[in-house]
Nanobody, 125 residues
């Protein structure tokens, strides 16, 4: 069982930056693949970024490549999402998720076993 708590959301102007954190409770955090997703009102949840259990591989949606960076600190049971050059259309609730396999489809929300409650990111124009 893994419990996930996101933080770091807020209001930022277009072009600004935010750093999201996701703290995990559970002794096996280091064995989980982690992902960030977002969901805007009236839209489906979409993949943003993913990172393998050992940070050996990272994955990004095309729309965020070069602007967002996912990282993890297994000693702190935390995964991060650094978001730069934010756009108004990226306003959404951002969720972190954990998958209990060493390999899988990071882009597919169905692969993940645990989800946080989400943190709101609002980008003003």
């Amino acid at each position: 069982q893994v419990q996930l708590v996101e933080s770091g959301g807020g209001l930022v102007q277009a072009g600004g930056s935010l750093r999201l954190s996701c703290a995990a409770a559970g002794r096996t955090f280091s064995s989980y693949g982690m992902g960030w997703f977002r969901q805007a009102p009236g839209k489906e949840r979409e993949f943003v970024a993913g990172i393998a259990w050992n940070a050996g591989s990272t994955y990004y949606a095309d729309s965020v490549k070069g602007r967002f960076t996912i990282s993890r600190d297994n000693a702190k049971n935390t995964v991060y999402l650094q978001m730069n050059s934010l756009k108004p259309e990226e306003t959404a609730v951002y969720y972190c998720a954990a998958a209990g396999g060493y390999s899988g489809n990071y882009f597919n929300p169905k692969w993940y076993d645990y989800w946080g409650q989400g943190t709101q990111v609002t980008v003003s124009s």
